[in-house]
């Protein structure tokens, strides 16, 4: 009986440690400036928050009631595979429908290997704009 | 332009055998606990809409060549069926039996009619939500 309340207590602690972690994704989503960055915080600090919740619930009701979930543990199994994935695909949907980064990114490296023939266009439309914008300086 | 879609095909078979295996669990607990028929069957639906996103829907009829209409016919009928299967029986029309067996390594446990009517229900609800979603995204094209 004296393992129980520091079970009980770890699952407490899990919850509350996973529910600052969502707060700081919902921050995230917020505050980062393009889809790319925000994605970064909605899929990994919100999938670390679910399964810390997760965890901790399961922790509880091991320790209080005596249940073993199985179906926690498959749903942290399944939040921890799919979570990603969906953050991977919505990013690339967004990238190949052609959203911009955000202003002061470095290198886009994958541009001229998606659009190859885009490439030059590119180019010349910010090195045109950049003679415009010196030409106006 | 044919897209590169590896890591969406790889965690896609892994992630099904997740879902069938709770499909199949909510459809055998819904008698003693939260579950039942009508979310087995979604589930097990959204499982297959799973496989048709990931890998196309002539890849998958090849796997599975049903036609979706005729598993929700089924279904409609086994439920039909065990409701007269009361009547043959000298019962009302749906009346339910259930029989305790025991069983050699896992002890005793309830059999009930009712599983059977809700495997119908299953059927009904996977035909109907997969022949909605294949229509829809036909007609898309």
Known sequence: MSVNPILEWTGVLLILVG???????????????????????????????????????????????????????????????????AGHLICRAAYRSGVKLAEGSGDDELHHVLFPDKKDDDSSNRSSTITKEESLL | MKTNDVILKTVTKVVVFIILTMAVY??????????????????????????????????????????????AAIGVLLATGTGFASVLFGQDFLTQAAIAVHFPLIGEKELASVVLFEAGVTLTVVGVVVTIILNISEGGE
Do not use: C, N, Q
Not at chain 1, 29 to 51: E, F, M, Q
Not at chain 2, 29 to 52: D, E, N, Q, R, T
């Open chain 1, 19 to 85: 529910s600052l972690m969502s707060v700081v994704s919902a921050f995230g989503i917020i505050r980062l400036p393009d889809i790319y960055t925000r994605s970064h915080a909605a899929t990994k600090s919100s999938t670390l928050a679910v399964l810390l919740s997760l965890l901790g619930a399961f922790l509880y009701f091991w320790a209080h009631d005596g249940f073993f979930s199985i179906r926690i543990l498959l749903g942290i199994l399944f939040v921890f595979l799919t979570a990603p994935v």
């Open chain 2, 26 to 71: 909510l459809f055998f607990s819904g008698h003693y606990s939260p579950g039942g028929g009508f979310i087995g069957g979604l589930v097990l639906a959204s499982a297959i809409v799973l496989m048709y996103l990931a890998a196309g829907i002539e890849i998958v009829h090849k796997g599975m060549p049903f036609d979706f209409k005729i598993i």
